[in-house]
């Protein structure tokens, strides 16, 4: 007869192991909600691009003309301060406007779309070199740089670069866990906090995000699509029909001034 | 990465991943407010329906269905529906207001003397659809019944009339044509001017 010699667990490995279980879990759901965070952020930038492309670049072009007629008028008026103050004002707005418009013309992308296999490899690496699993500031920095690296790869669409670095995670030393059941509570405790308290701060960051302005016309623009109305043509072309009047008001002006 | 939370007053501390420059935020506001006129937006119809009693209350009732059927519930611009028989309110109205879309029943109109001999009368509601279309430019729906006078939807339509319907017409007819309207709206075009000429 041979007796089985069975070990018990220690108090301490039972909470570690406990302790562990409930980091899993949170690190599921923090890789998730990073997911989540990162295609919405992703989305309302394509979508910003977009409306700029679309929409922006017509209002930029309405202050240009809408500055030429200040202009125009402040040389009819030379006299007037306040034709001279609204002149100023005015092309100052249509700087800003072409500036604004002219800012996202070159990154365009007409929607952001991730596949399931980007979505998954993403989720893979926030999960494991999230910088809030960092123990010390030195880990966190490292952590901090590849996530930024990995936010604009899920931006990009570039699945390859997401696995660049997630496959260079897993050949670093830092992926090596420490020894000692003391010591491994501790960190896993640590962990644990650090993750509820990232947790709470993405639930907090995606919900001032719903509450931009740039969120609820992207809202708008979704509803009209999915009821067959491509709403950003029709204010393109309810500000051209603005242009359109600008243009007019600007010609006769420039005849008068012509004649004066 | 790095949004904390403000552990004095649990606010987030954002960094720049979805505060947009000033510049940015100041034209999609502006999207935003073109957004709420869309939607606010009414179609404004002025007609001399009135003179037809069991049409008058029927006419709304079309043109609300056609532009629900059209655009769905949540954009669904409403009619607001104006109507006079005498010709100078008619033009009062235009003047002071803003339409959309005009719809006339030509041999309905009443002009200040109703002495005048009713070849005169067709020329003046021709002259009614010109001044419409010239002065605002916004579509011209005429129905007329005067079947003694076939070439009458001609000359309406060099008048300026969008769309011509000679009493008896179908519903669908005048729905399509009404439809043609909206979409000149909705896409805010310029209706074109024709050659207009008054015979």
């Known amino acids: ?83 001279q103050e609204q002149a100023a004002q005015a092309r100052a707005q249509a700087w800003e406007s072409a500036q604004a418009a002219g800012a996202t013309q070159e990154q365009a992308q007409e929607k952001f779309k991730p596949s399931e296999s980007l979505k998954k490899l993403y989720r893979e690496i926030a999960k494991r070199i999230h910088p809030d699993l960092a123990l010390d500031e030195e880990a966190r920095a490292r952590r901090e740089q590849l996530m930024a690296e990995a936010n604009s790869a899920y931006e990009e669409g570039d699945e390859a670069k997401l696995q660049a670095i997630l496959n260079e995670w897993e050949s670093s030393p830092e992926s090596v866990k420490g020894e000692g059941v003391a010591a491994e509570l501790v960190r896993v405790i640590r962990k644990i906090a650090q993750v509820k308290e990232r947790l709470r701060v993405i639930e907090t960051e995606i919900d001032q995000l719903e509450k ?24 393109a072309s309810r500000v051209d029909e603005q242009i359109a009047r600008a243009s007019n008001k600007l010609d006769k002006i420039t005849r008068r001034r012509a004649t004066t | 990465m790095s949004d904390k939370l403000n552990p004095d007053n649990g606010e987030l501390v954002l960094t720049s991943v979805h505060r947009l420059p000033t510049k940015r935020s100041c034209l999609v506001k502006r999207g935003l407010q073109l957004i709420h006129e869309l939607k606010r937006r009414e179609i404004r119809v002025l007609s001399n ?64 003397s109703e002495k005048v001999p009713a070849e005169n009368r067709e020329k003046n509601s021709l002259q009614l659809v010109t001044h419409l279309r010239t002065t605002y430019r916004k579509p011209v729906i005429a129905l007329y019944g005067w079947p003694h006078n076939p070439s009458y939807a001609d000359k309406a339509k060099l008048a300026g009339a969008s769309f011509v319907f000679q009493t008896p017409f179908k519903s669908k007819e005048f729905e399509e044509a009404f439809e043609k309207c909206l979409d000149m709206l909705l896409r805010f075009d310029e209706v074109p001017l024709k050659r207009l000429k008054v015979s």
């Open chain 1, 212 to 235: 931009t302005d740039l969120y609820k016309l992207k809202t708008e623009v979704e509803k009209a699509e999915d009821e067959g109305r491509d709403l950003l043509a029709e204010m």
């Open chain 1, 1 to 83: 007869m041979r007796n089985k010699i069975m070990r018990c667990q220690t108090p301490e490995e039972r909470e570690l192991s406990r302790k562990l279980s409930e980091l899993a879990g949170l690190e599921e759901e923090l890789a998730q909600r990073e997911l989540d965070l990162a295609t919405l952020q992703a989305e309302s930038n394509a979508f910003e691009a977009r409306y700029l492309r679309i929409v922006g670049a017509r209002y930029a072009e309405l202050d240009d003309i809408e500055a030429q007629i200040a202009e125009a008028q402040r040389e009819l008026n030379p006299n007037d301060s306040k034709a």
């Open chain 2, 49 to 112: 329906l009135s003179t037809m009693g069991e049409i008058e209350a029927f006419f709304p009732e079309l043109l609300s269905m056609i532009i629900q059927r059209k655009l769905g519930s949540k954009f669904a611009l409403r009619v607001m529906f104006t109507s006079t028989p005498y010709c100078k309110e008619l033009l009062k109205l235009a003047e002071g207001h803003v339409f959309d879309i005009f719809i006339l029943i030509l041999n309905n109109i009443i002009f200040p």
